[in-house]
């Protein structure tokens, strides 16, 4: 398949938890609610595509592979399933899973870091507390780690909904929160995200569609941001719609109209297993070429990256095998395709970075 | 295939009309508007699958068919076809379509009740009117029917919509509603049939996706259960969520993070004919294969039934051949799949009801 | 493929443009942004498609094709494009793209009007200003055009969603928009033509789905059109649902349970490309038979006529191609299928007007 050698940008995804798991532990990492399961979609990926990369027979049964797995080192597994995915660069969201040094360490290829606007904002306000200039603090702390960035992350989605309101000045009071779900002060932190990204040139991805059980899944809806997304376009700012499942038609549509909205399907891929190539079609109904980005999302396991990378080309592979056969597309035009969803969108979107002086 | 058969049990149905039936009254059950048509993907799968069932050649015409019928009688359609399903345990929601002496008749296999939290109340509403004590008077009944029953069901989709408030106790004023259709009383009714469910063992099923015009699809959405799904986490409630469609792959996240929800397909399979494997595919890619029932929501003309049981042993038989030739699920683990889905999982949910004592 | 032959009707589309267009001119009418690409799914199909249509090889590059089709000319071009669709009937909405005249010199076949009611209420408002007496100004255009046409239509879901607020008598004031955009304006609006449209036998089509940019997506959902429904059914008028994606199944149970609506892809077709027949496919899930009708909505380029015919020809036979080949259905039921898809059912809706003098 034309996708089978294709170096992978993987533009987000986490760290690895290296310590030893069993089977409640490796399932609960496996899913997205309180307890995932080997028996689901992605349980059957794992059983079939890990357990060969970690020279087990394919379909083990879990618990032979968490032996196996237990046997190797949680490090040893991670460092052979992250350097089998392909990827050559990483860009870490580090506002869970650990930072770059600990991945670095497990990988081939560039790691740099994403940095999540909640995350840094928390930080400030667990160290100055509600005070009067903590706005100020945060804008400050936020410009000073963009200065090593590659890109922003923000999950609004899980805190107040997509449906946030777009305002330029933060309130006037502010509660002090811990863990940020005020939607003025969410509004004014995703706004302030917004201009420094344009700034810097760093994209700004938002988590959209399924995630664990803290979402409301109607909140995360990426037509929730229509009006954000009017309001940055020709600013310089890119967007990045991450995940996007179910709601990938939508995510679809605005990168359609929209010239600086770019999508993937994250997430997605590793848990919808044998499915990677069906939503990959629905995506590319009204997706531009020049928008679809990869990323696996991972998180936890090093099974997900891998997965990840996996499945998005065996699903991307045969969907565009099927488009050569069909004589939709020339292998010529569909080599191209396929390097701009693996790495070359991402490498053009994010480069915008390397080229702004950060003062 | 591997569907072959597997004996099913049918989580949700309802009993049939043994009077005869001219084209108009049978159109009419063979859809949800005021009026269904042969012409549509259910009359095709009538035409070539129940035809063959009764005798007649795959694809005669809806004349040929109805007089065929006619000459038949209802009941010995109904029991030639009821009983071709595979069907061994049938879960029958008497709220609307008859009770389970009249459909035992007809059938092999055991014959048990879904009582209808709003048939229930209505009918104590009927009795004593809107005075003081009503609430009372409801909660009473409903256990006493509960004692019976193996689950519960509730309409709230067709009344109010899912997003109904989720409150403890009744509002202190009772409008004299002969059909519920206060958020607020109904509310209530869904939270106590949720406590009832929980302290008797009884799955508490919600139509949710589409139905008939009574319905306002946009509110039949299951993600509006979120709030409610949160609440009843860990009581020891099993929730279902019948048919689902167009929102199956909304239906399948919840499933995914919550533990006690399950699904079905329901009235879809039936209804979408050739499309079966399609939905059923889309269901997966997150559905944990724990979460999965199947059911018919048979109604009226017993080709319902049947067409749940044949489209779905076809379109579940066909997706897994693929997914077994494309190697991606071993056929042991097919099986366990395919038996889980057709009866092992409802036979887990719903035993709970045959291990608490009932007072 | 039984599709290859049959005529359509194209009962919903728009003039072309027929001036000289450069690369940058030309994808923006591909697209539905600011800028539409060649990198998309229906770039693909144009050089697939439409190259060997003027004599080019097939997948040419973007270049020689734009430098081939200014050689030939834009009216040379059109004349062979849409000449190539086998559309004998054309609908052509003239509230964008021109007018019939136009166009029937481009095309063989019937060239009737469909008239839009925002364009004919803003020309009068334009010409009256917001005067006392202008509703009635409206109102009798709206009568006096409408002897003329075969069908009505709103793009009400581009100026304030499907969610207008459906009323029998305009507010009693009117602010003095040349671009309507009052709710309250537009829901009288939309109701005067629903009353006109089943006076005259018009059918009324609604832009649901995707389009522009100047659209919310979320508000063009046709379900939010339920009450509106619900309001015209048996009053004598047809409804037509436009284009509908993403929300196509949603437009298909509408279709199912009112049996005054009917609807079509339109658009969505060249659109998707590759997958007009996947998208085809989850629609006739639901949609019965008889409600689902054939568009183009081509506008200024006629490769998008040519491809929406061509593409819906492809995907629609090879989808009936596969039922046949799996014995769903006779080729004798599809045949009657594909005519009522292509042109049948369009031919009965539109047929009424024909019915009905006009005073």
Sequence with gaps: ???????????????????????????RLLGEGAHGSFDSAIGLAVRRWCAPALDL????????YLRHRARLGAREVAARLLRATGVTRWYLDTGIGGGTADFAALVDGEVREVIRLEEVAERVVAQVGA??????????????RAAHAVGLKTIVAYRCGLDFPVRDHPPT????????????????L?????????????????????????????????LLLTDFLRRTAGTGLSVMLLHCWPFHRHAAYLAHVFDHVHMDLGLTIPYVG???GAVLAETLEL?????????????????????GALLWRRGLGKL?????????????????LVNAIAHGNAERVYRARFEHPVG
Aim: glycine content about 10%; charged content about 25%.
């Design 131 to 144: 005070v009067s200039g903590v706005y100020e603090r945060i804008e400050a702390e936020l410009r000073a």
């Design 320 to 336: 565009i095998d099927e488009w050569i056969a069909d004589d939709a597309i020339t292998t010529a035009d569909a080599e191209v």
């Design 1 to 27: 398949m034309l996708t089978d050698g294709v170096r992978l940008t993987d533009h987000h995804c986490h760290g690895v938890h290296t310590g030893n798991l069993d089977r409640r532990g490796f399932e």
């Design 287 to 307: 997706a531009p070429f020049r928008a679809l980005c990869y990323s696996s999302d991972g998180y936890g396991l090093p099974e997900l990256h891998y997965l």
């Design 57 to 64: 027979p394919a379909h083990v049964s879990p618990d032979v």
């Design 274 to 276: 044998q499915r990677a």
């Design 190 to 222: 995703v706004g302030l995200g917004a201009r420094i990204g344009a700034e810097f040139g760093l994209p700004l991805q938002f988590h959209t569609g399924f995630g664990d059980p803290d979402l409301r899944l109607r909140h995360s809806d990426p």
């Design 173 to 188: 009071s502010f509660a002090p929160e811990h863990r940020l779900t005020d939607p003025h002060v969410l509004g004014w």
